[in-house]
């Protein structure tokens, strides 16, 4: 059975720093895109970013109200994806889901998601 | 950037068909993905590339992609169904998802 379980959310001051993390199991790590999506309370989905699997190029693609400020990076070694969230803003707050998939296939496993608040 | 249309809501008769739209420019050369997001849970893949189910998810549950519309549709709906619909496509190496559709079963 396919797990991803989302942690690190949090209250974070505007200007601040969080990193979020997404343990996975029950699939092929290492041959795995993993996305970040998020929702604002109330809002609809917003794709935060990509991961590709190393054999795929291992290469990184953000949306654009995120480029620059958030990093997506994975260790295969511990199945574990990350999100580095630096100089976080109010509209960042959102539950982040951790997500498998690709064009071909869709976005087909989500996390439960973590929330995050940036507020002062 | 690439844009995706959704009406904001739907109504459908129990045990009657309901269609959710998602309209884009040339959205038929597109592979559109389709997600349910019941309150309060993670969004569920219900077809992926315009037609295909993944297991587990019912017949009842089928799309369509042609020109610059995609639609999702869901006969004999049930209370169960009842929810928030997302179209997805990918624009070059982004993910672009629509507004969302609510859907209600009366």
């Known amino acids: 059975e396919v797990q991803l379980v989302e942690s690190g959310g949090g209250l974070v001051q505007p200007g601040g720093s969080l990193r979020l993390s997404c343990a996975a199991s029950g699939f092929s790590f290492s041959d795995a895109w993993l996305n970040w999506v998020r929702q604002a309370p109330g809002k609809g989905l917003e794709w935060v970013g990509r991961?590709?699997?190393?054999?795929?190029?291992?290469?990184?693609d953000y949306a654009a109200p995120v480029k620059g400020r958030f990093t997506i990076s994975r260790d295969d070694s511990k199945n574990m994806l990350y999100l580095q969230m630096n100089g976080l803003k109010t509209e960042d707050t959102a539950v982040y889901y951790c997500?498998?998939?690709?064009?071909?296939?869709?976005?087909?496993?989500w996390g439960q998601g973590t929330l995050v608040t940036v507020s002062s | 950037s690439y844009d995706l249309t959704q009406s904001l809501s739907v109504s459908v008769a129990l045990g009657q068909t309901a269609r959710i739209s998602c309209g884009g420019n040339n959205i038929g050369n597109k592979n559109v993905h389709w997600y349910q997001q019941k309150p309060g849970q993670a969004p569920v893949l219900v077809i992926y590339r315009d037609t295909n189910r993944p297991s587990g998810i019912p017949e009842r549950f089928s799309g369509s992609n042609s020109g610059n519309a995609a639609t999702l549709t869901i006969s004999r709906a049930q209370a169960g169904d009842e929810g928030d619909y997302y179209c997805?496509?990918?624009?070059?190496?982004?993910?672009?998802f629509g507004g969302g559709t609510k859907v209600t079963v009366l």
């Open positions: 991961f590709k699997s190393i054999s795929d190029g291992g290469t990184r």
């Open positions: 997500t498998t998939g690709t064009k071909t296939w869709g976005l087909d496993n």
């Open positions: 997805q496509v990918w624009d070059s190496s982004t993910a672009v």
